[in-house]
Each structure stands twice: as structure tokens, then as C-alpha cells.
């Protein structure tokens, strides 16, 4: 581990949050085999009763076996009251505004590193872990938040905006590694959640039908769907329901005067509750030359009113060098290099120099290359609501 943690006699107590997961297991794992002095804290912060995909339960039975496995104490806690009002409830209004929120997040700055860190601390750890694919690195001037060694799982995106005094005393035991050495260690440690399958659904709620799911707690607000020369194709449920760059579950099929390409969403108009679909993947309404983001949270701040970096703007997506400007009102201005697909308010602009996580911001507003002064983004205006 790179991080920096004092010899396993003067640490004191570690907790490991403990998912159910083979990654955290690991990160447990590891942990007590280098002479710390562990525990666990398995967290369930959704409560329906009427939920047939919450996997809580399972989870929980995985990590008490894990537990029995490593002979560490596990605590249980839910902040179901706090996930509700400091996450989901964000989640739901910016969905109802159009946008579409990562409520990852947020989960892991208010209720992960949050809330619970303090719950944590309560119950006399000195330090906490987790199986998050990062890495920590404690220098002279302050802690850093590092990529993952392994660039396929790297999660600092998840983690832009945790505070630093929390990372501070946070330990990452598996960023160093690759999936497939996880789940090699965990096999031979006969840990039962060696060959889990991940998990991929959102923060504490899991996997299920997204669309039914949002539905239950949005009313439908059927609008127009309009290809770009404000041709009405059909109708939509609810701008709500969409994403800038969705393919599948638009209903529109073949249409008269139209090739047979598959439409995607290029953009929610608000005031008229439209929804505009093109049939080119690349089409210049899909691209943007820049955007705003706002109330950004750094973990290490870069100076100056202007810098060069690199930005994601959802997970999983190739690093996309920009130069950031910063705007009025603590906004900031960003300029991409070449347009990029798909640029989604509501989602974070999370930004690094090479392998250091700077932070990041919520996306508010983008810049479509067609409309952006200058070929792909090269004059983009700063002035914007400067």
C-alpha cells in the first residue's frame, strides 16, 4: 500500500467498511494480516419493505461470514433517515429538473465519509477503510487522491469530493492492485465472496428497472419527441426519464422520410417539454465544445485564473484535456481541446493532472460545438456569463 499508515502497534483501531463484496473483504483481509487492529461496519441505508431488489440481506449474511473468516467484530448501522434527505432527495429534484444526477457521489461525501466516518470515529477508530479502487498519498503539503493502479477499475472519480480531512484518515488496501489479484487473494484466503459478482446499480438502492423505479416517485410529464427541424416523431413520459445520448427505450422504431438508423437524445428542452432525437451518434447537437460547472470542491486546487488539465465527465470515460477558467460567482468556464459526446448536466466534471485527482464540479451548463465561436471549441468564449 502506498498509503502511509504508522507501524500496526501505535495505529490504533482501523474499520473497514465492509459491503459484502469481495473488494472490501480483501481490503479487510489485507489488513489484518499486516497487524492492525480490525473491525467491520456493514452499512443499509434503504429500507422498503415492499423492495424486491434489495440485496441488503444478502449482503449483510456475506459480510458476517467474511467476519467469521478474518475473526474481526462486525457492527451494523443504517443512516437510511440521512441517506434519504443529504442524497436521495437530491437525486430526485434534479432528476425532476431534467438533469441527470450521479448520487454516487454524493453518497460517498455525505454518508460513506460522512456521517458514517463520524459514526466510526465514535465507535474509537483511528483510522477507516475502504475496497474503493484508489489510492491515498500523504505528502508534506496535504493528503492526495491518486488514480488506480489498475486504470479499468479506477474510482477517484467517485471520490473527487470527499473531504480531504476525511481522506486524511482514510486507507484504500486495494488500489494498488488488479480485479482479477482480488479475487485471486480472496480465493485463496477462502473468503466466501471470492468470485461475487460486482455490483453495478446505484449507491444503496442496487440493481433494478430504473425507469419503474424513478417512476414511483415522479409523476409523468408527457411532452413531444422532435427530431432537429422540430419534426414531431411521438411522445415522451417525461424529460425526467431520459439522458443526453440514450439510444434504447425511446419507441420510436421506423419512421416516414427517415433512414432506419437508431435515434438517440440530443436534448431536453425545458420550456416546451420537448425532446430532441437525432439519428447520427457524432451529430453536432450530441457534441460540446465546453461547459460550465459549478461549486466545485477541490482536493488540491490549481492556481491561477486559467489552467490546463485533464477532465472526465462521466465514469469510465478517456481523459479529455481541457483549459478551465475560472467564472463569476466561483463557477468555472471549461474548454475542451476536441468536442466530446454527450456532455449531461447534472453529471461532475471531475479533473487531474496526470495521475492526481484535483476535484471536481457539477456540470450546469454545455456548449454545443455547432454554437461554440470557433472550429471545435479552439475560440470558446469565456466571456459566458462571466
Known amino acids: 500500500m502506498r498509503d502511509f499508515l504508522p507501524p500496526p502497534d501505535s495505529a490504533g483501531t482501523i474499520i473497514v467498511g465492509l459491503s459484502g463484496g469481495v473488494d472490501s473483504a480483501v481490503a479487510a483481509l489485507r489488513l489484518t494480516r499486516a497487524g492492525y487492529a480490525v473491525q467491520a461496519l456493514f452499512m443499509s441505508n434503504w429500507e422498503d419493505d415492499d423492495d424486491a431488489y434489495c440485496t441488503s440481506a444478502v449482503d449483510f449474511q456475506d459480510a458476517r461470514r467474511v467476519c467469521e473468516a478474518l475473526q474481526v467484530p462486525l457492527h451494523r448501522v443504517s443512516f437510511a433517515e440521512q441517506y434519504r434527505e443529504r442524497v436521495f432527495a437530491h437525486f430526485l429534484s434534479e432528476y425532476a429538473a431534467g438533469r441527470t444526477p450521479n448520487p454516487d457521489v454524493l453518497c460517498n461525501r455525505e454518508i460513506k465519509f460522512g456521517v458514517c466516518l463520524e459514526y466510526m470515529h465514535r465507535l474509537g477508530a483511528a483510522w477507516i477503510a475502504t475496497g474503493h479502487y484508489a489510492r491515498v498519498r500523504r505528502t508534506p503539503a496535504g493528503v492526495q487522491l491518486l488514480r488506480a493502479a489498475d486504470p479499468s477499475k479506477d474510482q477517484s472519480y467517485f471520490l ?8 486524511a484518515k482514510t486507507v484504500l488496501p486495494i488500489g494498488e492492485s488488479r480485479k482479477d489479484e482480488v479475487r485471486r487473494e480472496a480465493h485463496a ?3 466466501p465472496v471470492f468470485d461475487k459478482p460486482d455490483s453495478t446499480g446505484i449507491c444503496f438502492i442496487g440493481e433494478r428497472p430504473f425507469a419503474q423505479f424513478l417512476g414511483r416517485y415522479l409523476k409523468p410529464g408527457q411532452g413531444p ?16 426519464f431520459y439522458t ?8 420510436l422504431g421506423g419512421r416516414a422520410g427517415a433512414d432506419a ?18 439519428q447520427d451518434q457524432d451529430h453536432p447537437l450530441l457534441l460540446s465544445s465546453g461547459f460550465e ?40 468556464g471549461v474548454r475542451l481541446a476536441a468536442p ?28 454545443g460545438a455547432a454554437t461554440v465561436p470557433g472550429a471545435a471549441g479552439i475560440a470558446y ?3 459566458y456569463n462571466s
Open 225 to 240: 419527441i422532435e427530431d432537429e427541424h422540430g419534426r414531431i416523431l411521438g411522445e415522451h413520459r417525461g424529460l425526467a
Open 189 to 191: 484466503a477462502g473468503l
Open 293 to 332: 460547472v459549478a461549486e466545485p470542491r477541490w482536493l488540491q486546487a490549481p492556481g491561477g485564473e486559467e489552467f490546463a488539465c485533464t477532465v472526465k465527465t462521466r465514469y469510465r470515460q478517456r481523459d479529455l484535456p481541457c483549459a478551465v477558467r475560472r467564472l463569476a460567482s466561483g463557477r468555472l
Open 261 to 278: 438508423a437508431p435515434w438517440y437524445v440530443a436534448e431536453k428542452d425545458a420550456q416546451r417539454n420537448a425532446l430532441i432525437v437525432v
Open 244 to 251: 443526453l445520448g440514450q439510444r434504447s427505450g425511446l419507441g
Open 340 to 367: 466530446a459526446r454527450a456532455v449531461t448536466p447534472g453529471q461532475y466534471a471531475v479533473f487531474y493532472a496526470d495521475e492526481i485527482c484535483l476535484g471536481g464540479g457539477v456540470i450546469t451548463q454545455r456548449y
Open 160 to 167: 473527487h469530493a470527499v473531504a480531504p480531512a476525511a481522506l
Open 381 to 383: 468564449n469565456w466571456a
